[in-house]
C-alpha cells in the first residue's frame, strides 16, 4: 500500500468558483449600467492557472474553467497541454515568449501573448510566420517587476499598431498588474497611471488579479468598444487573496485537499518532549497521533504548535517540529482516533490552506503551489 496521504482535486468546486467570480462581476455591471443610466458590460475571465493551476494540475483546471473566456498562464509547455486537453479557447501568456523560437508556437498553438519589453516587440517586427498574432502591451504602472515604463509605453503602442496595420499583429491591448490590490493602499496610484498612459489608445484593457477582481469589479467594466478581462488566481481555486477575509465569505469552495491518516499513536507523559528539537513539551499526559506527512509533501515546516488540523472530523493542533515525512497531533479532543483515522491537512472538512499559511508566515499560494510531486493528486468530478 503506498503511504496514505493523497490530494483530491473537486473539479466542481472549481466550477463552482469560477461562477462565483462570474456572477460577482455580473452584479457590478448591472449596478453600474443602473447607476449610469448607460449599458457597461461585465468583463470576460482568463482564469489564471499558471503553476501547474496552483499545484491543482492542468487537465484538472482546463476541464473546471471550460466556462471562462480564456485561460492565462507562464510556460509554453502548460500551453500546448491545454490545447492538447482539448482547449480552443483564448489562451494567455503572462509573461510573454522568451525567444525568437518561441513565436513558431504561439503561431501554431494560436496563443495570446503579452508583450512587455522592446525586445519581444523587435522580435515580433521580424516575424514573417503565417498567423498574426494577439498580443495585450503591458504597463510598469508602479511595481516595478515586468512592462513599458510609463514613458516608453505610447511609443511601443503605436508600434504595435503599425505590426498589426502591417499585418503582423492581430488584436493589440492594454494591460498592467497591481503591487496592492489586497492591502490599504490599494490600486488607485497604479490606475491613475494606467489611465493617463493608455488613454486613448484602441483595445480591449487587462488589470486585476484576484484581489481587484473581488474588491473594485467596477474597474474592469468594460465600456465603449473596449473589452476588459479580469485575471483571477487564486480565488479560483478557493483560496483568499486577503490576510483579513477568508474565501468562504465569498462563497469560494476549497478545491484542494490534502489529507492522509494516522500511522501511529504515542501516548506520552507530563514533561515528555514530541519531535525534533523537543520544541513540545506535554504539560500533561497526552495521546499524540502521528500523521504520514511532513515537508517534503510539501506541507509547511514553519506551521508550529497550535496550527489547525483535522482529525476524523475533529479540528485539533498540530504539535512540535514538522518532520520531513510525519507530523504530529494533539489527539486530545478525538479520543478514539487510532491508526488509520483520517487527517485532513487542509480543504474540504479541514481548516483552510490559508489559515496553514497564515500559521506558517505564507500565504495560500505558496502551500497550494508547493505540493510535492510525491503526492499523488486525484480529481474528482463533485
Ligand atoms: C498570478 C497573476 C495573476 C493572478 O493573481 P491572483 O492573485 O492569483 O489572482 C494575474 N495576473 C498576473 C500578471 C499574474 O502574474
Avoid at 42 to 52: F, G, H, Q
Avoid at 95 to 117: C, I, K, M, N, Q
Avoid at 292 to 298: K, L
Avoid at 352 to 377: H, K, N
Amino acid at each position: 500500500m503506498p503511504r496514505p496521504i493523497t490530494a483530491t482535486i473537486s473539479v466542481d468546486a472549481l466550477t463552482h468558483n469560477l461562477e462565483v467570480v462570474r456572477k460577482h462581476v455580473q452584479q457590478a455591471a448591472i449596478t453600474a449600467s443602473a447607476a449610469q443610466g448607460r449599458p457597461l458590460a461585465a468583463p470576460s475571465i482568463w482564469a489564471v492557472i499558471k503553476a501547474n493551476a496552483y499545484g491543482h494540475g492542468i487537465e484538472q483546471a482546463v476541464r473546471g474553467f471550460w466556462q471562462a473566456q480564456g485561460l492565462a498562464m507562464l510556460d509554453l509547455n502548460e500551453a500546448v497541454r491545454c490545447r492538447e486537453a482539448g482547449w480552443g479557447g483564448p489562451i494567455m501568456l503572462l509573461e510573454g515568449f522568451f525567444e525568437p523560437a518561441d513565436v513558431e508556437v504561439l503561431e501554431r498553438y494560436h496563443l495570446t501573448t503579452s508583450v512587455h519589453h522592446a525586445d519581444q516587440l523587435a522580435i515580433l517586427a521580424e516575424n514573417r510566420g503565417s498567423r498574426r498574432l494577439d498580443v495585450f502591451m503591458k504597463l510598469n504602472s508602479g511595481m516595478n517587476r515586468l512592462g513599458f515604463a510609463p514613458d516608453a509605453y505610447r511609443a511601443a503602442y503605436q508600434q504595435a499598431l503599425r505590426l498589426r496595420d502591417d499585418g503582423i499583429l492581430n488584436n493589440v491591448g492594454k494591460m498592467t498588474h497591481f503591487a496592492n490590490a489586497d492591502g490599504p493602499q490599494g490600486i488607485a496610484a497604479q490606475m491613475e497611471v494606467f489611465n493617463r498612459i493608455t488613454e486613448g489608445l484602441p483595445g480591449p484593457v487587462s488589470v486585476s488579479n484576484s484581489a481587484a477582481t473581488l474588491r473594485y469589479p467596477d474597474i474592469s467594466l468594460a465600456r465603449d468598444d473596449h473589452g476588459a478581462w479580469v485575471r483571477p488566481g487564486v480565488c479560483l481555486y478557493g483560496g483568499s487573496p486577503f490576510a483579513d477575509a477568508d474565501a468562504a465569505s465569498f462563497g469560494l469552495r476549497p478545491a484542494m485537499t490534502l489529507a492522509s491518516r494516522l500511522i501511529a499513536v504515542q501516548q506520552v507523559k507530563a514533561g515528555d518532549a514530541i519531535g525534533y528539537g523537543s520544541l513540545f513539551n506535554a504539560d500533561r499526559p497526552l495521546r499524540v497521533g502521528v500523521v504520514a506527512c511532513g515537508y517534503a509533501d510539501g506541507y509547511p515546516r514553519h506551521a508550529g504548535t497550535g496550527t489547525p488540523v483535522t482529525v476524523a472530523g475533529v479540528r485539533t493542533r498540530l504539535l512540535g517540529r514538522v518532520s520531513m515525512d510525519m507530523l504530529a497531533v494533539d489527539l486530545t479532543p478525538v479520543p478514539m482516533a487510532g491508526v488509520g483515522a483520517p487527517v485532513v491537512l487542509w480543504g474540504e472538512g479541514g481548516p483552510t490552506v490559508d489559515e496553514v499559511a497564515q500559521a506558517a508566515e505564507t500565504i495560500g499560494y505558496e502551500l497550494m503551489c508547493a505540493l510535492a510531486p510525491r503526492v499523488p493528486v486525484h480529481g474528482r468530478d463533485v
